[in-house]
């Protein structure tokens, strides 16, 4: 009984904390894309700096926008609605494997791709879009078949060792 009662408590203690689809809102980087939920009472510090690499392998979806590519866009709206500036936010997204058709323009892909204004709003925030040259090799895609902004590294290991050495970590979500 003791501790159906407590379970209770904690669960009604915690529901101010859970946060709805309302409650997610667009970001000032990436407008249309990685809608977040402000956190109140987390700090971060004044001068801090980030400098992430995402590393995107799974295709989206159907007509889905790529998760992993917006998740991008969230990490640089969420930062920037929590006040970092952002010029002080650098991101860096290395394709490779199924998620190569998510850069690919519709001549290439057969039809509309749903990731196209999300690349487009990303490059134009200053976002690093690089497609492994291996996979776009292996997918008979050239540089014309890319949407803009996007770019072709030599390979997707190449692309995270130099931005390694540039300072960059590796976001693990």
């Known amino acids: 009984m003791r501790l159906s009662v407590f379970a209770a408590a904690a669960f009604c203690l915690a ?25 109140a009472g987390a700090v971060l510090p004044a001068d801090v700096q980030f400098k992430v690499a995402f590393d995107v392998s799974a295709a989206s979806e159907g007509e889905a926008v790529n998760r992993n590519l917006d998740s991008a866009a969230r990490f640089l709206n969420l930062h920037a609605l929590a006040g970092v500036p952002a010029e ?23 039809g ?13 925030a200053g976002v690093s879009v690089q497609l492994c040259g291996q996979t776009a090799a292996a997918r008979d895609i050239t ?11 030599l390979s997707a290991m190449t692309a995270h060792a130099l931005l390694q050495q540039d300072g960059y970590t590796l976001n693990p979500f």
């Open 15 to 39: 529901l101010p904390a859970l946060a709805g689809p309302e409650d997610f809102v667009a970001g000032p980087l990436v407008p249309s894309f990685g809608k977040t939920a402000p956190v």
């Open 88 to 110: 002080n936010l650098k991101v860096a997204i290395v394709v490779h494997g199924p998620a190569a058709m998510d850069l690919v323009n519709e001549a290439k892909r057969g």
């Open 112 to 124: 509309p791709n749903p990731n196209a204004a999300l690349i487009g709003e990303l490059v134009a």
């Open 143 to 153: 540089p014309d078949d890319l949407l803009p902004g996007v770019t072709l590294s």
